[in-house]
């Protein structure tokens, strides 16, 4: 622990947590139910086809946080079950159920996104701005067949704007204008969105564009501001590596004839940086090419919807200002605690460490349903996506010199999937879901090579490495069962109840099969998990397969104005991708370290809590009570040790207040301590914390303002699933560089202020 954090440890328990959403049980609220299964849908624009299992964030809510955030994972906050693992500024991971990454399939306007970098640094909501979000839908845990696949622990599903069509005989013309400014980061940016429209055909442009300096921390957290390089530090309590500076731009178009819809989405992003705090990389530049083509035709028997999609990414990391980038005996050594410029680049010295990754994805989609009866629908569908990755690393001299590192050459891995899906109104009380998914997953990668070929024996063993990958059959085939049965009971009118049960397979990324090198340098910059470890993958890596049982219970009134849901879930997983030493006798406590990918066996439970209720009506306006509660344990059953990035119990509890055109509210956030993290990565133990934040907006007619103060107390805290801090320093060193023990501070209070104009 490091002696300058001052935080004071805050404990919670599972029980302290229940108790304060026992009032939003109270009956008093309680009215007629309406008997039709509703399902939860997130929304913001336009109303999604009914399934089971959805939840997420309502229109309302998109509204309050765009202001006081440019990541749009961090919408998703308020969802049951969902937490968010650090990453960059606008990147951070969704984590279901202690589920995160590609463990999770997130679709964007329906394509197949997939993070094209190592440290996965261009996560598939990193491309998506929050002013473009249209809906937003969270399915945790057990996910309708036609809906997941290549995914073990939950979907989301983000889309843009949906098209707006005028009335016959007029036009449509609309747009809106936004701005924002948040103090502790000096982050700003603003947003334009434009539609045009007439009864047959929509175009609609959204761009954005948002900036922001490293933030500061509540207080001191390190004993060095070094960065590395000379003339720059930082100070004590500045939180290295969290700039950013990024833009996205959407045009999306559609036309439709009689019961014929065809939709073109074009999308573009340039994100000139993004700095990484718990990363020895940073991303220094990120572009994105995107189209996607669409056709919805509405039959008499059901409807279609056919997609297909092209995704071009061009990724490059290096070292961003707050880290090293002088190396090599010439530049001072390893032990230097700045990096001296050399004369030359060579044998002596190196310039940085540029890393490219090149991919492309192409998909299709086809999905129809059929209304076999007034009660019963059944969808089929059929989806294939094909991707290219090349991930190479050009040398810059000193031990990386002369040739260029291929870390991934040549990588494919290609999806083909079928499902079929039975929904039914079985009576009054009853709805069920039934569906069975089928896919081929197929990888494979070329002959590797490392810096120099002639490089053998200690330290780096980069030929022998080399030569170990290429022998090796590295074409794999994965085929994939999906099972997943969900039921909804209404049983009175204030109780429903939803049970399910799933199986679910995921088939390694490129990443965790393809990456060859044990050599430290190279290992370390393999880490899509933040915690400063290297790791080497295993070609003969198994795809993991989940079993997953839960039950939700939901309290209500008829019109909902009070609300307790309660979801206990349970999860096994066989063939589970966690990490073991590759090198058991030069494992260190304590210590960051190379570890390998393998499949062992592992288990997750635990209980969502959420609930709302009214509180009072009267002429000071209208006073309301929300609150979340999220436990999740984790353990891998081959070993005994923890999972790895499990949030500790958490919870989230919110003051409304609506007067006229007021919103207003006050949220206190409650963290557990986190004592007993994963020993195999050395994970980082955190305090438990408390926040206080404030927000307040009003609208008008054509203006809406936002304003608010998050951590308003300026409390420290460090982030449980933030990773280690890696923010600034010699961070090319496993050893020398960064010490081990540090975590990712969270950020102290900030101010911010939003405007929003439609015309």
């Not at 993991?544 to 309290?555: C, N, P």
């Amino acid at each position: 622990m490091n002696p300058l954090k001052t935080s004071v440890p805050f404990r919670l328990s599972p029980l302290s947590l229940a108790i304060a959403l026992v009032p939003l049980t109270h009956p008093v609220f309680a009215q007629d139910s309406d008997t039709r299964l509703q399902p939860v849908v997130v929304e913001a624009e336009q109303e999604k086809a009914p399934l089971l299992g959805g939840s997420g964030v309502s229109a309302d809510a998109v509204r309050v946080l765009r202001p006081a955030t440019s990541d749009t994972a961090s919408l998703l906050r308020d969802v049951p079950g969902l937490n968010l693992n650090a990453a960059g500024g606008v990147s951070s991971l969704p984590s279901i159920h202690g589920l995160a990454d590609d463990r999770l399939r997130i679709k964007i306007d329906g394509m197949d996104l997939i993070a094209s970098c190592p440290n996965h640094m261009n996560p598939p909501l990193s491309y998506l701005d929050p002013s473009n979000v249209g809906t937003l839908q969270v399915f945790a845990g057990i996910t309708p067949v036609s809906l997941g696949g290549d995914s073990i622990g939950g979907t989301i599903i983000a889309d843009t704007v949906s098209p707006e069509f005028a009335v016959a005989g007029e036009q449509l013309s609309k747009g809106e204008l936004g701005a924002f400014y948040r103090s502790n980061n000096d982050a700003y940016g603003g947003n334009a969105a434009a539609t045009f429209a007439n009864e047959a055909f929509s175009i609609n442009y959204n761009g954005s564009w948002s900036q922001a300096d490293n933030y500061t921390a509540g207080d001191d957290f390190k004993d060095s501001k070094a960065t590395g390089r000379i003339g720059h530090t930082l100070p004590l309590d500045e939180v290295g590596s969290t700039a950013y500076d990024t833009q996205n731009h959407t045009l999306n178009m559609a036309f439709r004839n009689g019961e014929d819809q065809f939709e073109a989405k074009l999308g573009y992003q340039k994100m000139d940086e993004q700095l990484y705090p718990n990363q020895r990389m940073d991303l220094l530049d990120n572009e994105q090419k995107r189209i996607n083509l669409g056709w919805l035709r509405d039959f008499d028997w059901g409807g279609l919807e056919v997609r297909t999609y092209y995704e071009e990414v061009d990724h490059f990391m290096d070292f961003g200002d707050d880290k090293r980038i002088w190396y090599g005996s010439a530049s001072g050594g390893a032990m230097a605690e700045n990096g001296t410029p050399c004369p030359s680049i060579g044998p002596d010295c190196a310039y940085g460490m540029p890393m490219y990754s090149e991919s492309d994805t192409t998909g299709v989609a086809v999905k129809v349903d059929i209304d076999l009866s007034a009660d019963e629908l059944l969808r089929v569908g059929a989806e294939y996506q094909r991707y290219r990755l090349d991930d190479y690393w050009e040398a810059s001299g000193a031990n990386m010199w002369p040739g260029t590192f291929l870390n991934i050459n040549d990588g494919e891995r290609d999806r083909m999937a079928v499902f079929g899906e039975w929904e039914s109104q079985l009576d009054k009380q009853w709805l069920a879901l039934l569906g069975v998914r089928y896919e081929r997953v197929t990888t494979d990668a070329g002959d590797v090579r490392g810096y120099d070929q002639t490089a053998s024996g200690p330290p780096t063993f980069q030929q022998e490495d080399a030569d170990a990958f290429n022998a090796q059959d590295r074409d794999k085939t994965d085929n994939n069962w999906d099972f997943t049965a969900l039921t909804r009971y209404n049983h009175d009118a204030n109780l429903d109840i939803e049970l399910g049960v799933a199986r679910k397979v995921r088939s390694p990324n490129l990443y965790e099969r393809y990456t060859w090198s044990s050599w430290m340098m190279a290992a370390e910059m393999n880490n899509f998990v933040g915690d400063g470890n290297g790791y080497v993958g295993d070609i003969d890596l198994e795809p993991e397969k989940a079993y997953t049982g839960s039950v939700t219970f939901d309290w209500h009134s008829a019109d909902r104005s009070w609300e307790l849901k309660a979801t206990p879930y349970y999860t096994r997983v066989e063939g589970y991708i966690d990490a073991v030493a590759f090198n058991p006798m030069m494992f260190l406590d304590d210590q960051f370290n190379v570890l390998q990918y393998k499949n062992q066996s592992a288990r997750l439970y635990g209980i969502d809590l959420s609930g709302h209720m009214p509180l009072t009506h009267n002429a000071w306006g209208e006073w309301g009570l929300e609150g979340l509660i999220n436990y999740t344990d984790g353990e891998n059953r081959d070993t005994d040790d923890e999972l790895y990035n499990i949030m500790p119990l958490n919870g989230r509890f919110t003051l409304t207040h609506k007067l006229g055109g007021w919103d207003n509210r006050v949220e206190w956030v409650l963290v557990d301590a986190k004592d007993d993290g994963s020993d195999v990565r050395n994970e980082i133990e955190t305090s438990g914390y408390g926040l206080v934040n404030l927000r307040a907006s009003h609208s008008w007619k054509q203006v809406r303002v936002d304003f608010g103060v998050e951590n308003l107390l300026d409390k420290f805290y460090d982030l449980p699933t933030g990773g280690a801090y890696l923010g600034q320093g010699t961070t090319m060193s496993m050893r020398m560089g960064p010490e081990w023990g540090t975590a990712v501070p969270g950020m102290g209070r900030s101010i911010y202020a939003g405007v929003n104009v439609s015309f």
